[in-house]
Structure formats: structure tokens, C-alpha cells
């Protein structure tokens, strides 16, 4: 991080007294009010961690050591055995709860349906039945391409009832990521829909599956959920309608028995390096994790509470808040489908309202964007069914903390800042909200179970003040590994610092000792709480036959945090649009992944051994006065960037 934006930073936050302590109404209810769970923690982390996961979950055997470290590698509860869709859905319909809801779904059109346990957990016996018949064996790999419907969360559980790890790819990402992801883990099977619903439209998403297995090698079947009612092609033999293979289903299957150390998912997430990573989760230390933080941190009481997470699941938020937690914890939850401004800007209060939510976690990003709606939006509904609220992806500012906390929260209801990323698995640094008072902007302390530090260049604890956000024991929700790519693992996260894992965040801890979340600090970019890499973006330019070279940045914007800064030289007299490039982007990545701005240049700064200097391209794009540029092997570059940036409007 350039240092004038931490001191920027620093400045900003000094401001912030504001403090909040948990109400006393919240309180009294609450599962943690005092610091107890804490002290549990610090005396005996290993201890703590296997009281919850013999207490949350049903396991089939017993496990024999709680953890083997041996740095990066971690294996948590060795030698037990559970299923994790048995945990999800068989306990609580054998407790009597099958008519309980679990989805209350919600389309974007406004159709709606209702899930009870037991209807979710005869679905997805009859879909780990349709996985089987169309060959699908324990360790296979399965990918997902769905929409928001209640079937993405029936294949993920059929998955992990019969043992075959899942691979969901969101499905804005483009046919070229699809096909990378299959590629990569050599799935064999495809579940995908005709298309889903987006501001009103229908999506396709049957043609860009259909590309993805042409460019890919190993997928045998499609499955295809209708929802779109959209017109598709089916391959005779290799594609399948799912409701035609569920109405033939047996609606039971037995759980398989699944290791701890069993891997449960992949997920792909963007690194440093344009190439995205398979990170790997297993079976027992991540079911502890998230149904643990599931609890706590959403003070979840599963006979009262309405939980909404607006995730996707095609994120890590989603299988974590959305599937395996709130599901292991017995919730009934919300699941909707398309955008929040569909009819209007006040579509979630509307599903707030309907609903009865009682909690609802959302993104930064989303709250900003609910500012510029105005407040009269929210106050069109009847939102004092919410008693808790939630926020995930990427630093909250001040003042989108206090716009929720006043116009979303009633002012009654706490806020749990959550910072975690897919490697974490679960939530790593969040208050816990009957017992910790908290600080708009802070993600505030660890939570309990969970050690992290902040760290100056030299690996030296800061007591106060910024650095860089490190993790010092192993917890069991981190990460396995990347797929097929050990050394990556090592390399990534644990070689920077000795005996740490780092994954890449600034962070500062305050006079209290209250941690704030500064951001990224690598070349990944955070952009509406997705993150992508530059290079990947980058790669996907000089895919293009026109463009010779690219640097791409994240600059500081008001709505998606940060924004996607291109600067592009072409080939030779070869000339291109900006539209076309922006298209061309959405078609290698996907929409999330296009340019907010391109900007053409004939060359780009570079140091003399050749390195593109990102720092400068930064300051061009958020219009700051350039630093040290000696180290420029032409210091021109810059200055005809800058003259550009000023002078001639940003082509958007
Ligand atoms: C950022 C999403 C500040 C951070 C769960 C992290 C946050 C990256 C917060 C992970 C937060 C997430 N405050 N920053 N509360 N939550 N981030 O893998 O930069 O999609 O490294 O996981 O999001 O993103 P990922």
C-alpha cells in the first residue's frame, strides 16, 4: 500500500468515536453476553474447537486427535467420520422438524416457493440418486452452474451426501472461466439451468454451458434445471432435463460416510497470478467452522430467527452462510433470486417485510448503493422484524455503517462487520453482537477460536497502528490447499512471513486494540466485493488481437469500493474500441471483470528491469500527485498518462 494512502486512511479513522455497545434489549437474549467464550478460547483453542464440533455436529465416529499441524498442513478431528448433508438436513427431520422451512425462495418475477426440511431432504436423496445413475462416484468432481434457485443449494448437498466434491462457478462468470474451472478440477458432470431471471430479463446460461464442455475435456453429463423457460439445445445422450430425472428417483439414499478430512468443495478464487486457484474444503473442520460462527456471530436462535444472506452461491458466502451453516444450524432462511432494484429500488424491504427477516447480511457495496436510492426507499416498509444485521467482502466505511445501522436497523439493531475470504473458510474477525461493542468501520477482534495479529515488514507484532494481517494458529475452516498445486499453497500464503499465514489484507489495530480492515495490499482488486486479479484482467486484454500490452489497477470508487482501471497500448497501427474491449473482457471473465475505464497510451511506465509500475498507474487514476518516479526507465510515460487523464474525460 502506498504509504500516503494508509496515512489518508489513518487520518480518516482517527475521526471515528462513535462506539456501540450491545443494546441492553439485544442483550438479554443473547446467546454470548459476557467474555467467557473468549476465555475458553485463549486458555485452550484446540479444546474449544473440539467441544464445538462435538456439540454442533452428529458425527458417525468419533475422532482421535483434534488437530496434526505440520505448517501449511492441517488436519482437524483425524479419524472421525460424518456426512455433512446428514448434518444439514437428516438430524433435524429425525428431531421432528421436517415441516419446518428451510428456503423461503423468492423469484425475481415474484413467483415464491416454500421448502420444509423434509421436502429438501427428499430432494436431495433423489438427486444423489441422479448423480449415481449417471456415474458419479465418491471423489468425483461435480461442477454447478445455476441461478439463484433452490436447486443449487439440493446439488451442492447431494454432492456432499454421496461423496463427489462440488465446484460451483457463479453464474455471471463467462464460458472461457467455466471452461478453465472444469478443466482444472476434471469434472464430470455439469449442473447448469436453461437461464435465470436478471432485471427482468431472462439469462441464458444452457449456450454458455454448452461452450464451456466444448472447450473442456471431461464432463460426460449436463443436467439441466428448467427455470428460464428460455428455448435450449440438448445433446441426445449427454443431456439431461433435471426434473425429468427427479420424478424417476428413489427419494432415498443413504449418507456416505465421509473422512474429516474428506474434501467437501472446491471453489475458485482469483489470485495474484492470472491463473485462479481451486481452493480446497473439508468436510469436518469446515462444518465446525460455519455452523460455529453461524451461531454466534448471528446470534442465531433457530426458533425465532428468519436469516437472509444475499449472497450468491456461487461465492464463498454463499456455501458458507447461505448452505452449510444456517442449514447445519436448523434455519429458516430467505433465498431470492435477481437484484435489488427489481421492480424498484426497494425490492429487499419488500422481502424484509414479507418475510419477517430477522437477519440479514449483506455486502458493503450493496448498502452504498441503497444511499443513493435514498432513505425513503427502506422507509416504504415495515422493517422492525430485523433485530440483528450483517456485512461481508470488503471494508464498510463510516458512513455506510451508520446509514444502515439508522435507516436499515431501526438504530436498535447491532452490526457484525464479518472479515473472512474463501480461504478462511468461515468467519475470522467479527464482534460477537450480545458481548462486544462496536465501532462503525471495525470488524473489531477475533472472534473466539481464532488468533490473528498484525505485523510490520519484518514480522514484528504492531501493538498499535497499521500493518500487514496475519493469522497465527491453524483454525478449522482454513483452507487444504489448491488443487493440484501444494507448492502454490505454501507460497501464497505461508512463505511471506515465518509460521503465518497472510492472505494478502492491510489491516491497523487501534488505542483499544480493535482491528480495522484496511484492504487488499496485493494486486488483487476488490470490486463490489468480488475479487479479482489484475492480472487476470490484464490477461484477458492482450487476448484481444488488437491490444499489445495492459496494466490494470484498482482506484478508490464510491459505490463498488474499487473500480477497474485499464490502460491498454495497442499493436502496432492496430486500433479498437473501448466497448469492444470492455465486451471482450465480460466474454474471457465475466461482466464482473469489465473495465470501469480504459484508457489507450503508447506505452506504459515501467522500472528499468522491466516491472510495470502499478503504484504510479494507481495515482494517475485516482488523480493524485505522482511520487518518487526516478526509479521510471522513462519518466515521460507518466506524464503524457497524466496529461490524458486530465485533460481528455475518461472514456467509460
Ligand atoms: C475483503 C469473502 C474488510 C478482504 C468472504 C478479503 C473484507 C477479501 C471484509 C476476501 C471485511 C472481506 N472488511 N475487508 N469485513 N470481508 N473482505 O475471498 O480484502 O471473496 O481478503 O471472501 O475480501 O474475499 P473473498
Not at 48 to 76: H, V
Not at 583 to 588: L, Y
Amino acid at each position: 500500500m502506498a504509504d500516503e494512502e494508509r496515512r489518508n486512511d489513518i487520518d480518516a479513522l482517527l475521526a471515528e468515536h462513535r462506539t456501540f455497545p450491545p443494546p441492553d434489549e439485544f442483550k438479554r437474549d443473547a446467546l454470548v453476553a459476557d467474555t467467557d467464550l473468549y476465555d475458553e478460547a485463549s486458555s485452550d483453542d484446540e479444546g474449544f474447537w473440539a467441544r464445538q464440533a462435538s456439540e454442533l455436529l452428529d458425527w458417525t465416529t468419533e475422532w482421535t486427535t483434534i488437530l496434526e499441524w505440520d505448517l501449511p498442513n492441517a488436519k482437524w478431528f483425524v479419524g472421525g467420520e460424518l456426512n455433512v448433508s446428514a448434518n444439514c438436513l437428516d438430524r433435524h427431520v429425525d428431531a421432528g422438524l421436517g415441516d419446518k422451512i428451510a428456503i423461503h425462495w423468492e423469484g425475481e418475477p415474484g413467483d415464491t416457493r416454500t421448502i420444509t426440511y423434509a421436502e429438501l431432504h427428499a430432494d436431495v436423496q433423489r438427486f444423489a440418486n441422479v448423480l449415481k445413475g449417471l456415474g458419479v462416484a465418491k471423489g468425483d468432481r461435480v461442477n454447478i452452474y445455476l441461478p439463484m434457485i433452490p436447486e443449487a443449494a439440493v446439488a451442492m448437498l447431494a454432492c456432499a451426501r454421496i461423496g463427489a466434491p462440488h465446484s460451483v462457478v457463479f453464474g455471471g462468470f463467462s464460458s472461457q472461466s467455466l471452461a478453465d474451472r472444469i478443466d482444472d478440477a476434471q469434472a464430470k458432470l455439469l449442473v447448469t439451468a436453461d437461464g435465470g431471471y436478471r432485471r427482468g430479463d431472462v439469462f441464458a446460461l444452457k449456450p454458455a454451458a454448452d461452450e464451456a464442455v466444448a472447450k473442456s475435456s471431461t464432463i460426460e453429463h449436463i443436467v439441466v434445471v428448467r427455470r428460464g423457460e428460455n428455448d435450449v439445445e440438448m445433446v441426445e445422450g449427454r443431456d439431461h432435463w433435471y426434473h425429468e430425472l427427479m420424478a424417476e428417483a428413489d427419494a432415498e439414499c443413504p449418507p456416505e460416510p465421509m473422512d474429516s478430512e474428506d474434501l467437501l468443495f472446491l471453489l475458485y478464487t482469483s489470485g495474484t497470478t492470472g491463473k485462479p486457484k481451486g481452493i480446497m474444503h473439508s468436510t469436518g473442520g469446515y462444518l465446525t467452522h460455519v455452523t460455529y460462527t453461524h451461531k454466534y456471530v448471528f446470534d442465531f436462535h433457530p426458533d425465532t430467527d428468519v436469516f437472509w444472506c444475499t449472497a450468491d452461491v456461487g461465492w464463498v458466502t454463499g456455501h458458507s452462510y447461505i448452505v452449510y451453516g444456517p442449514m447445519a444450524n436448523g434455519a429458516t432462511q430467505v433465498m431470492y433470486e435477481g437484484v435489488p432494484n427489481h421492480p424498484g429500488n426497494d425490492r429487499f424491504w419488500d422481502i424484509v417485510e414479507k418475510y419477517k427477516v430477522t437477519i440479514l447480511y449483506t455486502a458493503p457495496t450493496a448498502i452504498r448503493t441503497f444511499m443513493k436510492w435514498g432513505p425513503e426507499e427502506p422507509a416504504k416498509h415495515d422493517l422492525s422484524s430485523l433485530r440483528l444485521l450483517g456485512t461481508v467482502g470488503e471494508p464498510i466505511n463510516p458512513e455506510a455503517w451508520m446509514w444502515y445501522h439508522t435507516h436499515i436497523g431501526g438504530e436498535r439493531c447491532p452490526i457484525v462487520d464479518t472479515w473472512w475470504q474463501t480461504e478462511t473458510g468461515g468467519i475470522m474477525i467479527s464482534p460477537l453482537p450480545g458481548a462486544t461493542t462496536t465501532k462503525p468501520g471495525s470488524a473489531t477482534f477475533p472472534v473466539p477460536g481464532v488468533s490473528a495479529e498484525v505485523i510490520d515488514d519484518a514480522g514484528r507484532t504492531v501493538e498499535r497502528g497499521g500493518g500487514y494481517l496475519t493469522l497465527t494458529r491453524p483454525w478449522p475452516g482454513m483452507t487444504r490447499g489448491i488443487w493440484g498445486d501444494p507448492e502454490r499453497f505454501y507460497d501464497t500464503y505461508w512463505s511471506r512471513f515465518e509460521g503465518r499465514y497472510f492472505a494478502g489484507d492491510g489491516a491497523r489495530v487501534d488505542d483499544d486494540g480493535y482491528f480495522w480492515v484496511l484492504g487488499r495490499i496485493d494486486d488483487v482488486m476488490n470490486v463490489s466485493g468480488h475479487r479479482i486479479s489484475t492480472s487476470e484482467v490484464e490477461s484477458a486484454l492482450v487476448s484481444h488481437p488488437a491490444v499489445a500490452e495492459a496494466a490494470v489497477v484498482g482506484a478508490n470508487d464510491p459505490t463498488s469500493g474499487q473500480a477497474i482501471i485499464a490502460y491498454v497500448t495497442t499493436r502496432g497501427s492496430a486500433t479498437v474500441g473501448v466497448e469492444e474491449l470492455r465486451a471482450h473482457c465480460a466474454d474471457q471473465i465475466g461482466a464482473i471483470a469489465k473495465p470501469k475505464t480504459i484508457y489507450f497510451t503508447p506505452d506504459l511506465p515501467k522500472t528499468r528491469s522491466g516491472k510495470i509500475m502499478r503504484r504510479l498507474l494507481r495515482d494517475v487514476a485516482e488523480g493524485r500527485n505522482l511520487g518518487d518516479t526516478t526509479t521510471l526507465a522513462d519518466a515521460t510515460v507518466v506524464d503524457e498518462l497524466q496529461r490524458r487523464a486530465t485533460e481528455t474525460p475518461p472514456e467509460e
